[in-house]
Nanobody, 131 residues
Framework: QVHLVESGGGLVQAGGSLRLSCAAS????????VGWFRQVPGKEREFVTG????????YYADSVKDRSTITRDNAKNTVYLQMTSVHHEDTDVYYC????????????????????????WGQGIQVTVSS
């Protein structure tokens, strides 16, 4: 079992930056692929970014790839999402998620963008971008 807790959300001014953290406890977090998703009520959950267990492979949605960075510190059992030049459309509840399955277990190379492939989820944290 892995327990995930997001932090760092809140009110951010448009054009500014945000940094979210996903802290894990439980089983060996360093062997898990971690993703960030975001969702508001009435909308579909959207993949934001993901990072492999070693941190050597990262993936980004087109909407954030030029202004976001995902990193992880396995010694601290934490994954970070840094996003710059935020705008109103970034207002969402952000969730981190983890899966222990290796990329080789999937037949396609976009599996990380599907929420159903993840085993564990955090409770989510609100990010609101103000103009």
């Amino acid at each position: 079992q892995v327990h995930l807790v997001e932090s760092g959300g809140g009110l951010v001014q448009a054009g500014g930056s945000l940094r979210l953290s996903c802290a894990a406890s439980g089983r060996t977090f360093s062997s898990y692929f971690v993703g960030w998703f975001r969702q508001v009520p009435g909308k579909e959950r959207e993949f934001v970014t993901g990072i492999s267990w070693s941190g050597t492979s990262t993936y980004y949605a087109d909407s954030v790839k030029d202004r976001s960075t995902i990193t992880r510190d396995n010694a601290k059992n934490t994954v970070y999402l840094q996003m710059t030049s935020v705008h109103h459309e970034d207002t969402d509840v952000y969730y981190c998620a983890a899966t222990h399955r290796a990329p080789s277990a999937f037949d396609d190379n976009t599996w990380y963008s599907r929420g159903l492939e993840y085993d564990y989820w955090g409770q989510g944290i609100q990010v609101t971008v103000s103009s």
